[in-house]
């Protein structure tokens, strides 16, 4: 049967992962059709890297993402390394720009990307429907069924790609579909939760520290795993965000998840050693006799920041550091070096970036990103159980998980795998 309802390969999900698996398996000569729930396509590359999107990352290699993760994600890796991928955005006419080892387009504007991929895909033979939710995959004596839209419409194809993310921002399409999509393929599911997302503390002087950004180092602890990173900070009202943040919440949300204790330490003057701090307080009590706590620390950290240390020690803001004494001075500086939170929540897939879980790793083979136990079948994207750091590392994956599974896909549809 050739008609307008049968391919070689459908791939259900037209974000970061389908649209370059779609060009890729268009490119080596596959028809290929795109189904995309949502009414344009790429729509979450659209809010990536505050709308300019961080394809990737200079360092990326396996060692990017979890130790348990390596292994898995490393051939997909190799199939596409950086430089290659740099070549391949040229190529679609989105060179990649380099801001500290992160890379972004050119043009500064994720938009570019999105619309840069899906022409791409266009252009080498794809077919991309929009507003076509994949409902069913079922696999035939020969190939698939895939249900999509409305109407239910019926589509046959030889290979599959499910490509539908997992739940993060889910206003962007990607709600956890595809793990109703896997499930009913009898693929094993690992629990999904946010990874990274702001943190939720009872402080209870978070109305005082509201709004201000500053560098700081965060810690989280958690028996023998420890995760730190260090940059801007966001202090709000319900605990705190920002990139930094967001790097050490995989392990907070474990940690919460399952009830094992944790703590969690912010560093507002990370570039200070204490000792140096202790003895920066003993010169300025000292040669600043008549200044406030607030003129004292007012060149090193933000003001609402030092009302919160003042506060939290019993300081007054007005008493000049000759009657504070040193002693006080010390205990802020203390304060601001390790400052303890209690982390109780963390924000849900809303505001989360990516998700840890999805599809076990176990059920695909590494070297394909063919579900071990049901030939032509894909699973790429954040929809495995893949998430690395904020730096362009999960672009990144989506990138080289969709590359594989397309050239995977074309061997399959070959007969050659
Ligand atoms: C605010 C924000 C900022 C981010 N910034 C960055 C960044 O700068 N750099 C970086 O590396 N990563 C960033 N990420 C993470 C990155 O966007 C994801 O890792 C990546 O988009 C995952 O790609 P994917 O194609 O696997 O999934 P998605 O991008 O989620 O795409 C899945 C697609 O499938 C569609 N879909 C879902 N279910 C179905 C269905 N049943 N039928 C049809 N279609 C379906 C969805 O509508 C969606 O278009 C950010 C994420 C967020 C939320």
Not at 121 to 146: C, W
Not at 372 to 378: A, E, I, T
Not at 386 to 394: L, M, T
Request: one cysteine or more.
């Amino acid at each position: 049967m050739t008609d307008e309802r049968t391919y070689d390969l459908i791939i259900a999900g037209g974000g970061a992962c389908g649209l370059f698996a779609a060009r890729r398996a268009a490119a080596a000569g596959l028809r290929v059709l795109v189904l995309e729930k949502k009414e344009r396509t790429g729509k979450k590359i659209l809010i990536t890297g505050n709308g300019r999107c961080n394809v990737s990352n200079l360092s990326v290699s396996a060692d990017s993402y979890p130790a348990p993760m390596r292994a898995f994600t490393a051939p997909a890796l190799d199939a596409l390394p950086v430089k290659t991928l740099m070549r391949e955005f040229s190529a679609i006419g989105v060179p990649l720009v380099n801001r500290g080892d992160c890379l972004y387009p050119r043009s500064g504007q994720a938009a570019s990307v999105a619309d840069a991929l899906a022409l791409a895909s266009r252009e080498a033979g794809a077919i991309l429907k929009t507003e076509s939710s994949v409902r069913s995959v079922r696999k035939m004596r020969q190939g698939f069924r895939v249900t999509a839209g409305e109407e239910g419409t019926q589509y046959f194809s030889k290979a599959v790609l499910l490509a539908c993310g997992l739940k993060a921002a889910p206003k962007t399409g990607s709600d956890g579909s595809g793990l109703i999509l896997a499930a009913s393929l009898h693929l094993p599911v690992k629990p999904v939760l946010p990874a990274l997302t702001p943190l939720m503390c009872a402080e209870p002087l978070a109305g005082v520290w509201a709004g201000v950004r500053t560098q700081a180092r965060v810690t989280v602890s958690c028996g023998k795993e420890r995760a730190e990173d260090t940059g801007e900070i966001q202090l709000t009202d319900f605990g705190i965000s920002g990139i930094p943040v967001f790097q050490v919440s995989r392990l907070a949300v474990q940690a919460l998840t399952c009830g094992t204790r944790f703590q969690t330490r912010l560093d507002f003057l990370p570039e200070y050693e204490a000792e140096e701090l202790m003895r920066l307080a003993d010169r300025l009590a000292v040669s600043f006799a008549d200044r406030n706590i607030l003129q004292l620390l007012g060149g090193m950290l933000p003001r609402k920041l030092i009302q919160t240390l003042a506060r939290k020690l019993d300081i007054s803001e007005k008493a000049p550091a000759g009657v504070l004494g040193k002693e006080r001075l010390r205990r802020a500086m203390a304060l601001a070096k390790d400052f303890p939170v209690r982390v109780t929540g963390y924000k849900d897939f809303s505001q989360a970036q990516v998700c840890q879980g999805g599809v076990a790793r176990e059920a695909v083979d590494p070297q394909t990103m063919m579900a071990v136990k049901m030939p032509g079948l894909f699973l790429a994207g954040e929809l495995l159980d893949v998430d690395g750091p904020c730096g362009g590392f999960n672009l990144h994956w989506a990138w080289a998980s969709g590359n594989l599974a397309a050239k995977s896909a074309a061997l399959y549809v070959r007969g050659k795998l």
